[in-house]
């Protein structure tokens, strides 16, 4: 069992919050919406407040390939990209897990590759 996200650092002039977070949350809804999308959050780190953070949690790395493969997939992230100063996205896995005073190791696939988006 694994579990997999993925993240996008997205750093963002104070002049472009507003529509950023507006276009995200556009693009949050679209998200929610595809199989085996858990949850998608948009996080602001609190020592920088122009970077702000995308995470999604996925049932599984197919799932994150067939959302990347989207025919739209591009043309919506592009829309919140273009607002950004910079972009990094990546997939995380978990490694370890902890609740309720006790930890679980977890086992991601060893030869999970990269996701891109198709180009």
Request: aromatic share 10%; with cysteine.
């Amino acid at each position: 069992m694994y579990e997999i996200f993925t993240y996008g650092r997205f750093e963002v002039a104070p002049e472009n919050e507003e529509a950023f977070v507006e276009a995200w949350s556009e693009f949050a809804a679209w998200i929610s919406q595809r199989p085996g999308n858990q949850s998608v959050r948009l996080t602001r780190d609190v020592r920088n407040t122009g970077r702000l953070v995308s995470v999604g949690k996925w049932d599984s790395a197919e799932c994150v390939r067939d959302f990347k493969s989207e025919p739209e997939f591009k043309e919506r992230l592009g829309t919140i990209v273009k607002l950004a100063k910079e972009f990094e996205p990546t997939e995380l896995v978990t490694l370890v897990k902890a609740a309720d005073g006790t930890a679980e190791r977890l086992a991601p696939p060893a030869d999970l590759d990269p996701i891109h988006a198709p180009t």
